[in-house]
């Protein structure tokens, strides 16, 4: 059996892959089996809960919620098993205390010794990572902060106070070294992915060898509009009440939206 986990991170394509791969659930069946985030909430649930706080007991936690989902799938030889949630690194940084993504590590080699407990030690098991170069991921990373909470921050000033977090090879090469004796580890860099009409799913399945034969492009969504960054911050550092900003925020995106700047065609660079 053939286990590929899939931990993100945040904001390096993996909504695009995820949503990619359910457009395309009838042409994929055959070759590639998937679990997202929806069918497995109590993993991730626990996930989270570990990289807010990074003890022992929630580790296992973790690990024994995931043995159980794993127990609600039938092993299978014929198709890869891809679990796909950038949440099986923990939170995205910069909500609720978490400054990076030092959770993953451990959350990816106890998941290897729930997959190999659960169906058996010949199974073999790949991580895969999506990355994005340090200012790229700082500056979606920004943006979706601003649109959710209340940052103040100026981009120079977060590119400088998240410097660490965005260091994603850092911690593929630490995953890498954790589990080098149960599992490969490997990553593929969202500029990679630029150009090419499939997106982040034609790099998985090239790197995988699952054919991608008969799958159309798919529009890329949530792209940031040119500008918007600096109307959300006003907001965030305006009088306004926490209501009265997130129903202003709201039509400032919903403005963006309307006029399709949220999306480009796929293949196009971002």
Same mark, same amino acid.
């Given at each position: 059996m053939h286990v590929i986990l899939h931990p993100g991170f945040h904001?390096?394509?993996? =909504? =695009?892959? *995820?949503?990619?791969?359910?457009?395309?659930?009838?042409?994929?069946? #055959?070759?590639?089996r998937y679990v997202l985030m929806t069918e497995m909430p109590d993993v991730i649930r626990a996930a989270r809960k570990y990289s807010r706080k990074p003890k022992p007991v929630n580790l296992e936690?973790?690990?024994?919620?995931? $043995?159980? &989902?794993?127990?609600?799938?039938?092993?299978?030889?014929?198709?890869? %098993?891809?679990?796909?949630?950038?949440?099986?690194?923990?939170?995205? #940084?910069?909500? &609720?205390?978490?400054?990076a993504y030092s959770a993953s590590t451990p959350?990816?080699?106890?998941? +290897?010794?729930?997959v190999l407990?659960?169906?058996?030690?010949?199974?073999?098991?790949?991580?895969?990572y999506t990355t994005r170069s340090p200012e790229s991921w700082q500056r979606s990373v920004y943006y979706q902060l601003l649109r959710g909470i209340r940052l103040t921050e100026s981009f120079?000033?977060? *590119?400088? /106070?998240w410097a660490q977090a965005a260091q994603l090879d850092e911690v593929v090469e630490a995953t890498k070294q954790s589990v080098a004796d149960r599992a490969s580890v490997d990553a593929? *860099? %969202?500029? $990679?992915?630029?150009?090419?009409?499939?997106? #982040?799913?034609? +790099?998985?399945l090239e790197r995988y060898g699952i054919s991608a034969d008969g799958l159309p492009p798919l529009p890329i969504e949530n792209v940031q509009p040119k500008g918007v960054a600096?109307? %959300?911050?006003?907001? /965030?550092?305006? $009088?306004?009440?926490?209501?009265?900003a997130t129903e202003a925020k709201r039509r400032v995106l919903n403005k963006h939206r309307s006029a399709g700047a949220t999306r480009q065609a796929a293949g196009e660079p971002q």
């Open positions: 904001k390096t394509g993996t =909504s =695009s892959l *995820q949503r990619a791969l359910v457009a395309h659930d009838a042409i994929m069946a #055959p070759r590639l936690a973790f690990g024994r919620g995931f $043995e159980a &989902f794993l127990d609600s799938l039938t092993p299978e030889e014929s198709r890869p %098993l891809l679990i796909t949630s950038e949440d099986l690194s923990g939170l995205i #940084p910069g909500k &609720f205390g978490v400054t959350l990816m080699s106890r998941a +290897v010794d729930g407990r659960r169906f058996g030690k010949e199974t073999k098991i790949d991580i895969w120079a000033e977060f *590119q400088k /106070n593929g *860099q %969202l500029e $990679e992915c630029f150009g090419k009409p499939l997106g #982040p799913l034609g +790099v998985f600096d109307e %959300l911050l006003a907001i /965030n550092r305006s $009088e306004m009440s926490d209501a009265v």
